[in-house]
């Protein structure tokens, strides 16, 4: 068995690969000095599809693609991710890839906050126009990462139904292949809004929803300020915060097989965002949220002045699960076993934006 | 040939010229900058959108001398230019 992770970054994409989940062999970069904000690794086809978003800071943003793993990519002449002419928009960066039940529709969460889907297996990307057109829209503010759609939840079984998140703006659904959408933020706390209008129908600044594997209605969340779960597809939302050393953070992932088991890296706070007391620690519950557990073994136990962002973690397809993260300070760790070892995989490499793994 | 229209010359920088047949130079048809950019992405679509979002802007970090001056200090698109004139692309400061 190999595995592939790839490594999204402030200045390029690092790929590596490992036959044991411990020792892997790294190559980079690709796309130099550009901004890697997204993979996507499609592996509905016999020979796994990587989709990078590239982002240079002189010649704008696209999307590549690579049918050999990441040896050669290639992209078409006219932009593969654009707004219509009529939106008055330009794009400025692609944040998330998502593979629905259909073969060879894949969507992106764009920036500024929109939705597109692709039906060629990601070579070229229409704009989903019933949430571009929602009213809610001109009210959607950019958090600090710029106005983005960052993660896109299609529904595994139902193309009709598909969760978006976005910051600002919060968790939207449609239920009608993306016709209609709807807020679906209840219970949600903005920390930024004063007292009494804490609780807003939308607006909030969501960092990274996940779907736990057995049951797609069950969800889990983590805001600017509070992680919550939803039993019912995201229309309401209860703390399970409880348990955890702090309720700041970016990360949110699902196991991709067993119910229940969710990842997160928890920061101090908004004004504080660093791992408490400088610990580098993942932090994994069994039990959708009801206790959670420090991983630490083999890991930092202190002087770690570096924060995970929303996508730098990720889990991969193996039985036992590997988990794999990366730091603005440019280290990327890697669990073999769902987080209780962990082997750093990278050091020294500029900010990690993104991180995606599978077995190849 | 339209005697109206001006024939000008556009130096590509290195790391744009794989998406014009290589070429570092180009001659093309156009009495404005945004009318040479326009002649340009009709040869050569892929270089189109690195220089022009899809609203048409001018790419905030790539910089166009028009004999020798940028042009957001003269006309930005609207920049007329003199039959044999010279279009220089040229990167400018971003990244860190």
């Given amino acids: 068995m190999e595995t592939l992770l790839a490594i999204g970054t402030r200045k390029g994409l690092w790929l590596a690969r490992s036959r044991d989940r411990r020792r892997w062999e790294v190559s980079g970069p690709q796309f130099p000095v550009a901004d890697v904000k997204a993979i996507g690794i499609d592996t509905r086809r016999a020979t796994p599809r990587l989709s990078a978003s590239v982002l240079n800071s002189h010649f704008g943003p696209t999307v590549v693609t690579s049918d050999d793993l990441g040896a050669t990519w290639s992209e078409p002449d006219d932009a593969p991710v654009a707004f219509p002419g009529d939106t008055g928009a330009a794009l400025e960066g692609v944040w998330q890839f998502a593979y629905g039940p259909e073969p060879d529709v894949v969507y992106v969460g764009a920036e500024p906050s929109a939705l597109f889907r692709s039906d060629d297996g990601g070579r070229s990307y229409e704009l989903v126009r019933g949430l571009w057109e929602h009213p809610h829209r001109e009210h959607w503010e950019p958090g600090g990462g710029g106005k983005a759609l960052h993660t896109v939840l299609p529904h595994p079984h139902d193309a009709r139904r598909m969760s978006v998140a976005m910051s600002t703006g919060g968790v939207y659904r449609t239920e009608d292949g993306g016709a209609t959408w709807n807020p679906s933020n209840t219970g949600i706390r903005v920390e930024f809004m004063p007292e009494g209008q804490e609780f807003p129908e939308y607006g909030q600044c969501v960092h990274k929803v996940a779907v736990d594997p057995s049951d797609p209605d069950r969800q889990y969340l983590q805001n600017h300020g509070g992680v919550y779960r939803s039993e019912d597809g995201g229309a309401t939302w209860r703390s399970i915060a409880e348990g955890l050393p702090a309720d700041f953070g970016f990360p949110m992932v699902a196991h991709p097989r067993r119910p229940e088991v969710i990842y997160n890296f928890p920061l101090d706070s908004s004004m504080m965002r660093f791992p408490p007391a400088g610990r580098c620690r993942v932090y994994r519950s069994e039990d959708a949220g009801a206790m959670w557990t420090g991983l630490s073994k083999g890991l930092p136990e202190g002087g770690f002045w570096s924060a995970v962002m929303r996508d730098s973690m990720c889990a991969d397809d193996a039985d036992p699960a590997g988990v794999y993260f990366g730091s603005r300070s440019g280290e990327v760790w890697a669990s073999p076993d769902e987080g209780e070892t962990w082997n750093q995989v990278a050091a020294h490499l500029p900010d990690v934006f993104c991180v995606r793994a599978a077995v190849i | ?96």
């Fill in chain 2, 1 to 96: 040939m339209d005697a109206a229209v001006s024939t000008v010359s556009v130096g590509l920088p290195s790391v744009l010229r794989g998406l014009a047949e290589g070429n570092s130079r180009v001659e093309v048809a156009g009495s404005t900058l945004g009318a040479v950019l326009d002649a340009l992405a009709e040869r050569y679509p892929g270089l189109e959108r690195r220089l022009r979002d899809e609203r048409g802007g001018l790419r905030r970090y790539v910089n166009f001398y028009v004999d020798g001056e940028e042009c957001r200090r003269l006309d930005g698109p609207a920049t007329p230019l003199r039959d044999g004139a010279e279009v220089v692309v040229i990167p400018s400061v971003a990244g860190g």
